[in-house]
């Protein structure tokens, strides 16, 4: 479960609530541009784009869960189980093991024009990062103030759809959130009109009855609808502190509240951390479930010339 999403206004912002019954040991790191990249099937890169990002703690490779790379191109991985399918390494074309596919495109492109030209010969590989972490099945978002894209990985292939809604949540696969968002077009944030019949006499009893049938279940579908209308109808001053507040306004209102949802296995989904990046000037925020004071890291405050992943902790 998890809810991810843009934000235009003035600056541009990507980010993401990760949601999760237990956590994966995230932390905030910066990958500077001359830390070896060691990609199993694809091989390595020593000199790259630097990046930030929140990724399982891990000292040989950044695990990223979301990241965006001093060129401003940010990209989110979600879960997408049953659905996902990586297929088995055969030698050919450029194949990426889910874990790296972020590491590799924020490090190699500047843009999502760039990425594109490389998503036909892509592969998404059955390749774990090590035997106690199986290859964990997600879909992507991939996005720059000019284009995003849904990256997922499926039987047929890696299918790559425009994302006009900037959102991204979790199943069913895009084309079914596409069409959905098809059932909420007559929503509106302003006061209603009766179209009911001009003949009768029906007036909106109070604020806010624009929006009536927008769901407010934690189901995928309905968080992908209420962050895309809380997105779009969305008014911030242009200002950093207005937007970035503004933003994890946005993320609230599709967050998880511990005991709210009960997975099969009887524990509970929360929103372990919400994030937002300004990608153009690779300032990451984030908050936590335990506490919502905001933390700031600028990822231009680090030595990016090093050779080594930098975690930021506290």
Known sequence: MCTCITYENGDF???????LDVSFGEVVTITPRNSLLDFRRAGKMDRHYAMIGMASANETFPLYAEAVNEKGLAMAGLKFPGNAFYREPDGKGLELAS??????????????EEAEAYLTDMKIVNLSFAPQMPAAPLHWMLADRH??????????????YENPFGVLTNNPPFP???????????????????????????????????????????????????????????????SEPADVSQFFHILDG??????????????????????CMNTRTGVYYYKTYEDSRLRRIDMHQADLEEKRLITVTG
């Open 176 to 238: 079914f959130h596409q069409m959905n968002m098809e059932n909420y077009l007559n929503l509106t944030s302003r006061s209603p009109e009766n179209r009911f019949s001009d003949r009768l006499d029906l007036k909106p009893c109070s604020q806010g009855m624009g929006a009536l049938g927008l769901p407010g279940d934690a189901s995928s579908a309905s968080r992908f609808v209420r962050a895309a209308f809380f997105k779009w109808n969305s008014v911030s001053e242009p």
């Open 147 to 160: 284009k995003c894209l849904v990256l997922e990985a499926v039987e047929e292939g890696l299918k790559v």
């Open 99 to 112: 874990f790296e596919i972020i590491a590799w495109i924020l490090g190699k492109c500047a843009s999502v």
């Open 13 to 19: 912002y990507f980010g993401r609530n990760l949601d």
């Open 254 to 275: 599709v967050a998880m509240i511990r005991g709210t949802v009960i997975t099969g296995q009887g524990t509970c989904d929360i929103t372990l951390y919400s994030s």
